[in-house]
């Protein structure tokens, strides 16, 4: 009988080195699979019930993976009824929300504390503030003296024609001048509204800048700028 040349004994040999590796490794993995176990407790009795593929009685139900030695591998949760899976949409949006609302937070005071060194910038932020309100409403002031001086020239004017209709033009004119001074006293008084609206900013801005320091506040600059009555 012809012995096998060289090169197909060398062949075989590594065949057998490849394949050999190869057969044990799915023996091992075939192993492991079949020491798994799949358990629940079946619903007609109450009873624990196994097997080495999830039982039909563990279907739709919570069950257990378990180890050859009956430990816990795994455990896996009863399917959701749709009311679950409603809530828990829900709950996912509170806690995104709570999320964004928290980076929000956290922007603003970063924000806070990039703006102010000291409590006493957030004392000269509030003055700066109400002293630029105060001027626009001296500014509104001085035009509704000017307004209130032509329509005074108007207004002699008028005294001609007492017993006699107005000239259109002139009429116009009062009509005119009368609209802009209410205009300008409407503005007023939404600016003395903006000294409240500073205040309620600045006293949030030291309340908060205080809880971020754990520094005391300084006294709010109150009444250090006057506002115009």
Do not use: W
Not at 41 to 47: F, L, T, V
Not at 179 to 202: G, M, N, P, V
Request: proline fraction near 6%; hydrophobic fraction near 35%.
């Amino acid at each position: 009988i012809a012995k096998p040349s060289p090169a197909i004994a060398s062949s075989t040999g590594l065949m057998r080195k490849t394949v050999l590796p190869l057969l044990v490794l799915l023996a091992v993995g075939s192993a492991q699979a079949a020491s798994e176990f799949y358990c629940c407790q079946d619903p007609a009795n109450g009873r624990r019930v196994c097997g080495d593929t999830l039982p039909e009685q563990c279907r739709g139900r919570a069950y257990r993976i378990l180890d050859s030695g009956g430990n816990i591998v795994k455990e896996v949760g009863a399917p959701l009824t749709p009311e679950q899976k409603a809530e828990l949409i829900l709950e996912n949006k509170r806690r995104k929300q709570l999320e964004d609302a928290g980076r929000e937070q956290r922007r603003r005071d970063q924000a806070l504390l990039d703006t102010y060194t000291t409590a006493e910038d957030i004392d000269l932020a509030q003055k700066k503030a109400e002293a630029d309100v105060n001027l626009a409403i001296q500014a509104t002031n001085e035009r509704i003296a000017t307004a209130q001086k032509k329509r005074k020239k108007f207004a002699d004017e008028a005294e001609f024609y007492k017993k006699k209709a107005l000239p259109p033009e002139l009429e116009k004119d009062l009509r005119a001048i009368d609209h802009e001074i209410r205009l300008q006293q409407e503005l007023i008084a939404l600016k003395q509204k903006e000294f409240d609206t500073i205040k309620a900013k600045y006293d949030a801005d030291r309340k908060r800048y205080f809880e971020l320091t754990r520094k005391s506040p300084t006294t709010p600059p109150g009444g250090a700028v006057s506002q115009p009555r």
